[in-house]
């Protein structure tokens, strides 16, 4: 069991994703790189475990009002996308949730954004295995926006040259996500706390 199970960290499911076998979310998993993209490619979950191994001891931050720190384990956005090769003209990547019972669930984050520190293609948090709940066997997490731009259950990436709606964004949020200043739950000590706005780092 993860922390975040531990923490009764809260779950969104929007599109009421269930994988296949509950028991083993990894079968079957395959990410299709595609789009802008020198190098197009469908990746098993082993592979994405080869490259690089990284660590962020940060925070996702929800726009629904909560915050929860862990130390996230995966591949980098740097590393995952030096083995991608984006064209020149690629300026975002837009990723695609495995199909839910009502949609597809789709965000699209632009390649600056993506290139800052932290931005991790997650699979395990502390040593313990990404629960399907949480987005496993494999999620994005952008921790300096808000948490609907860490796409769970990633199916695809798409590279492209533009900024795109997506599931929350066509349904009224801010295509940009820049978290704003107010009050959030911090999942870890179960108080609220005051943040100011972009990667919530206080606490």
């Not at 929007?14 to 990894?26: C, F, H, L, S």
């Not at 726009?63 to 975002?92: I, K, N, Q, T, Y």
């Not at 900024?163 to 929350?168: E, I, Q, S, V, Y």
Request: charged share 30%; net charge neutral.
């Amino acid at each position: 069991m993860s922390v975040l199970a531990r923490l009764k960290t809260p779950v969104f499911n929007a599109e009421r994703y269930r994988p296949k076998d509950e028991t083993n979310p990894e079968a079957g998993f395959l990410l299709r790189v595609d789009g802008l993209v020198r190098n197009p490619r469908v990746l098993t979950l082993p592979e994405i475990k080869e490259m690089p191994r990284s660590r962020a001891d940060t925070r996702l931050t929800s726009v629904s009002g909560f915050s929860v720190r862990a130390g996230w384990e995966g591949v980098s956005w740097a590393d995952f996308l030096g083995s991608c090769g984006p064209e020149e003209a690629a300026s975002h990547a837009t990723f695609y949730s495995a199909g839910g019972e009502r949609t597809v669930y789709t965000t699209t984050v632009s390649l600056e954004d993506l290139a800052k520190p932290r931005v991790l293609l997650v699979y395990s948090v502390k040593g313990e295995p990404l629960e399907w709940q949480y987005g496993g066997p494999l999620r994005l997490l952008v921790p300096h926006l808000w948490g609907y731009k860490s796409c769970k259950w990633l199916a695809r990436v798409e590279f492209t040259d533009r900024m795109r709606g997506g599931f929350w964004e066509d349904r009224g949020y801010p295509r940009e996500a820049e978290i704003e200043p107010g009050w959030t739950l911090d999942v870890n000590s179960r108080t609220r706390r005051r943040i100011e706005g972009g990667e919530v780092t206080g606490f």
